[in-house]
């Protein structure tokens, strides 16, 4: 035999009225951040668009950087930086570091990550959002 649920005593204007609780939904799957489980981003796909797109991507994140050959030189936003050099970004492959503090990435979302403090997966939605693009695979 199962058990009933609970009666609720509920406040309608001036009336109360006993009510039946209604029985609780599973929850939806987790996934380690504790959001709900999404169609996995296509990463590749995001970066590859972005590396089309990059020197003007560069040009509205960092105005105040200039062109150095195949990189992207200029002043690190996220510190005290006061000199052009010690953060840059190849234009040809999105590989970017700050030689001062030793943070470094691999490609244009890594990028996007560091530079607006996101995750990987928020820097990778946004960008492809941005550019008009499907995330998913």
Do not use: C, Y
């Amino acid at each position: 035999m199962s058990a009933s649920p609970p009666l609720l005593l509920l406040a309608q204007g001036r009336r109360l009225r006993l009510r039946r609780a209604s029985t609780p939904r599973p929850a939806k799957p987790l996934d380690f951040n504790g959001a709900s489980q999404r169609a996995p981003l296509d990463f590749r796909r995001i970066n590859d668009a972005a590396l089309a797109v990059l020197p003007t991507l560069l040009r509205r994140w960092l105005p105040n950087g200039r062109r150095q050959g195949h990189e992207w030189v200029t002043l690190n936003p996220r510190r005290a930086d006061r000199r052009p050099g010690s953060f840059s970004i190849n234009m040809k492959t999105g590989q970017w570091a700050d030689f001062a503090t030793d943070d470094r990435g691999g490609d244009p979302i890594s990028l996007a990550a560091h530079l607006h403090d996101l995750s990987q997966s928020q820097a990778a939605r946004q960008l492809a959002r941005m550019l008009g693009i499907s995330h998913h695979e």
